[in-house]
């Protein structure tokens, strides 16, 4: 029987919806001896030489391209791949990156709206399918059983802060998102989380104060998986209204008691 996909694109953006939908695109590849290629966009809402220093979310291709080579070494295995990163508008990169390799299917996630701004408006899924040069299959995140997870719910690729930074740096960056916590990365590794408390407690001194000196380094996390029940509890027991969420050692988002409520009345 003749192969119907032989190029198949899949989109990634390391939450466990996207990791399913590529494994959906594993096994399409495996029946139809198809190569594959693994896109992962660092998104940005800025133009380029105007990134604020404070973020870490806007990381350079190089910094993703060893952490996609082991997703691919799980996801992938014995599987022909390429690996493809780039810097923009999801969607925009998306159309453009099944252009450029001549895909005949793209796979990615369709997550379900949580009803909170986002840093793009509109959905990417829904950009794609209207606009695809080729076939497009959307992955729903109960086909893998993540809906009532943190994962499928909780705010992906957050901004974060360095611990050098100041607390006006702080201060700015959680205005600009409109969120009442922000957390503080070094070396890759989450190291703390500075809140806007924090930042209340130190008006009049917020230039002169570095993060370091201000931010909470007990931090209570979760993991993707963690069901959303579960996360609610322990924002209420510990009286905080956010947690960062952390996969292997690394930050893959936010959850916070916003976020839970609308899941839980769903």
């Known amino acids: 029987m003749e192969p119907i996909f032989r190029r198949i694109l899949s989109a990634v953006d390391f ?102 701004p986002r840093r793009f408006i509109g959905s990417v899924a829904a950009t794609v399918v209207g606009e695809a040069p080729c076939a497009v299959l959307t992955i729903r995140p109960s086909w893998h059983g993540a809906m009532d997870s943190v994962g499928a719910q909780m705010t992906r690729d957050p901004v974060t802060i360095g611990p050098e930074a100041t607390l006006a740096d702080a201060h700015e960056a959680m205005k600009r998102g409109g969120f009442r916590m922000i957390p503080v990365v070094e070396n890759g590794k989450l190291v703390g989380v500075v809140t806007d408390r924090d930042v209340r407690s130190r008006i009049g001194e917020l230039e002169q104060t570095v993060v370091r000196s201000a931010m909470a380094d007990a931090v209570i996390t979760v993991t993707p998986d963690t069901s959303i029940r579960q996360a609610a509890r322990t924002m209420i027991e510990c009286e905080i209204g956010g947690m960062p969420v952390v996969e292997n050692g690394r930050l893959v988002g936010v959850i916070t008691t916003t976020d839970a409520l609308k899941a839980l009345l769903h």
């Not at 996801?75 to 969607?91: C, M, N, Q, T, Y």
């Open 15 to 116: 939450d466990p919806n996207s990791l399913g939908a590529l494994d959906f695109a594993a096994k399409l590849a495996r029946h139809n001896r198809a190569r594959v290629f693994l896109l992962h966009v660092v998104p940005t809402a800025l133009e380029p030489g105007n990134v604020p220093p404070y973020t870490d979310v806007y990381l350079g291709e190089e910094n993703r391209a060893q952490e996609l080579s082991e997703v691919a070494q799980k996801h992938l295995e014995k599987i022909d791949h390429e690996i493809i990163v780039r810097s923009g508008d999801p969607a925009t990169c998306i159309l453009d990156a099944a252009e450029e390799v001549s895909a005949e299917l793209i796979v990615l996630a369709a997550y379900r709206s949580t009803g909170r």
